[in-house]
């Protein structure tokens, strides 16, 4: 049985996160989501938020993916759930130098625990999060970007402000 666990800041998931999950969940057994809390970013949706709503989106769909939350050192946390695997999407050529870095770090720090980097469908290839939150603040739309449950909790964050 494969376990993999698939890390991530998920401030809010998108398609493009959602493409990545499907992919995993039919290539390994089990697979973790699992929520960064504590990033040095300041998130947009607190992590209660996000965790409510992946398992809202992913609970329904997949059977072998559950969502879970983790602090400290992600291979400490993929001992600990005894995963061989962590998976990663990568875009772009420029997601590499980054990706790199940490698969190698990891790799350092425990080397039996395998990276693997997945390509989501081309039409996410130019998707973030960071960008969905940019447009939502400035009032574009990012539907077909990112879940309903997303967009509207989007449109509702940034309406006090506009
Ligand atoms: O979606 P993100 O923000 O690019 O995810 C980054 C994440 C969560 C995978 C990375 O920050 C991480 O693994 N953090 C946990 C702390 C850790 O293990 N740091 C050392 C990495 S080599």
């Known amino acids: 049985m494969t376990t993999a666990i698939y890390p991530g800041s998920f401030d809010p998931?998108?398609?493009?996160?959602?493409?990545?999950?499907?992919?995993?969940?039919r290539l390994f057994d089990n697979?973790?989501?699992?929520?960064?809390?504590?990033?040095?970013?300041?998130?947009?949706?607190?992590?209660?938020?996000?965790?409510?709503i992946m398992r809202e989106i992913l609970q329904p769909r997949?059977?072998?993916?559950?969502v879970d939350v983790f602090g400290g050192l992600l291979v400490d946390y993929a001992k600990q759930k005894k995963a061989q695997v962590i998976v990663r999407g990568i875009r772009a050529v420029t997601d590499?130098?980054?990706?790199?870095?940490?698969?190698?770090?990891?790799?350092?720090?425990?080397?039996?625990?395998?990276?693997?980097?997945?390509m989501p469908a081309e039409n996410y290839s130019y998707l973030s999060s960071r960008l969905v939150k940019e447009i939502a603040e400035l009032g574009g739309s990012v539907a077909g970007l990112v879940p309903e449950i997303v967009e509207k909790r989007l449109k509702q964050l940034f309406k006090k402000e506009n």
Not at 13 to 25: N, V
Not at 31 to 52: C, D, G, H, M, W
Request: aromatic share 12%.
């Open 96 to 118: 590499y130098e980054y990706e790199f870095q940490m698969a190698l770090m990891n790799r350092r720090l425990t080397p039996d625990i395998e990276t693997v980097f997945m």
């Open 62 to 66: 997949f059977r072998n993916v559950v």
């Open 31 to 52: 697979v973790i989501v699992a929520i960064l809390t504590n990033s040095q970013k300041v998130p947009l949706f607190t992590v209660e938020e996000r965790t409510y």
């Open 13 to 25: 998931l998108t398609f493009g996160h959602l493409d990545i999950i499907e992919r995993s969940a």
